[in-house]
């Protein structure tokens, strides 16, 4: 079956440092990858979307790569901060324009 | 832009008992989804509207979910009746297109007891 997977549940790094988040998709090739941010409480923030036929995108902080012989799809955030701590989701479309969502993945920059 | 609007933002009701949430999107968006979310899940899609018209509602329980869009832009969505296991957010979300990303409201809190 195709599905989308986070395969950290928690990342804790030190503020000033590189987070790396990962997403894997196994039994399909997704058109389009997206990542949102999701604080507790609140609903999911879009962040970045990446196409298949994109290596790398970027957006201040943030970027993303989508590997499709891996495939895989890393989610970068550069010069990380303490209010970077949130959870990460990637998502990926399927069908007419519907979203399916991993289980994210929650990160705490430490101070 | 105003966000993507939800009420109410917690709901408790006993098991058995019917429960509604109510969304109104952002202005132009013709695509409208009801999402759930269990704690420590992503979110799950319930069902699409492209305007009023349902576009995927596989994964809605219909023995005892149902939602609706009039007019093409307020939903919403019903739990007739409520299971414990029904207890998550509720999340709905518009979109103005595939590329855009999706706007999400902050959810209802549903805990059934």
């Known amino acids: 079956s195709q599905k989308i997977e986070q395969n950290s549940e928690a990342l804790n790094i030190q503020e000033g440092k590189t987070a790396t988040l990962t997403c894997n998709y196994t039994?399909?090739?997704?058109?389009?990858l997206q990542w949102y941010r999701q604080d507790p409480g609140r609903g999911p923030v879009f962040l970045l979307l990446?196409?298949?036929?994109?290596k790398e995108k970027r957006k201040e902080r943030l970027k993303v790569t989508f590997d499709t012989t891996l495939k895989q799809s890393l989610f970068h955030i550069t010069a990380s901060q303490p209010a970077d701590s949130a959870t990460y989701l990637c998502?990926?479309?399927?069908?007419?324009?519907?979203?399916?969502f991993g289980t994210g993945t929650r990160l705490t920059v430490i101070p | 832009e105003a966000g993507v609007a939800q009420s109410p933002r917690y709901k408790i009701i006993e098991k058995r008992q019917s429960v509604a949430f109510w969304c109104n999107p952002i202005?132009?968006?013709?695509?409208l989804y009801w999402y759930q979310q269990i704690l420590g899940q992503g979110p799950k899609l319930l069902i699409q509207?492209?305007?009023?018209?349902?576009?995927?509602d596989s994964q809605l329980p219909k023995d005892r979910f149902s939602a609706e869009r009039l007019k093409g832009v307020d939903s919403t969505l019903k739990i007739q009746p409520a299971k414990l296991e029904d207890s998550a957010v509720y999340l709905c979300?518009?979109?103005?297109?595939?590329?855009?990303?999706?706007?999400f409201g902050s959810g209802t809190r549903l805990t059934v007891v």
């Open positions: 979300a518009s979109s103005r297109g595939q590329i855009y990303g999706y706007t």
């Open positions: 998502a990926d479309h399927r069908g007419a324009n519907n979203l399916f």
């Open positions: 990446i196409r298949e036929n994109e």
């Open positions: 509207f492209q305007n009023n018209g349902v576009v995927d």
């Open positions: 039994n399909y090739s997704p058109a389009y």
């Open positions: 202005s132009g968006h013709a695509t």
